[in-house]
Nanobody, 124 residues
Framework: QVQLVESGGGLVQAGGSLSLSCEAS????????MVWFRQAPGKERAFVGG????????ITADSVRGRFIISRDNAKNTMYLQMNNLKPEDTAIYYC?????????????????WGQGTQVTVSS
């Protein structure tokens, strides 16, 4: 079984901060890597970043590097996305998924299971 549940989205003004959570269970825990993607209306789902369960090694996309921080709490089977200095272009539905590769694939077609997503809206 695989289960991924995102939470924490909301409405925030540009320059503000927001923290997202992704709780994983079942098969999502076995691959060793968790990732964040986001999808804006009319656009392809885009890679945001990822983290390993074992050592907490992280990778982030150029578009968010220096602003977003990925972390995890293994005891809670939860990955986090701390988003700082938010910009209107960060507006999207944010999804999490699991991978068995490092670095994780950046093509959303390489993932077969996603959470339900959580909406982040940044106003100017």
């Amino acid at each position: 079984q695989v289960q991924l549940v995102e939470s924490g989205g909301g409405l925030v003004q540009a320059g503000g901060s927001l923290s997202l959570s992704c709780e994983a269970s079942g098969r999502a825990l076995r691959g060793g890597v968790m990732v964040w993607f986001r999808q804006a209306p009319g656009k392809e789902r885009a890679f945001v970043g990822g983290i390993t369960w074992a050592l907490g090694r992280t990778i982030t996309a150029d578009s968010v590097r220096g602003r977003f921080i990925i972390s995890r709490d293994n005891a809670k089977n939860t990955m986090y996305l701390q988003m700082n200095n938010l910009k209107p272009e960060d507006t999207a539905i944010y999804y999490c998924a699991a991978s068995a590769k490092w670095p994780p694939p950046t093509n959303p077609r390489d993932y077969s299971a996603w959470g339900q997503g959580t909406q982040v809206t940044v106003s100017s």
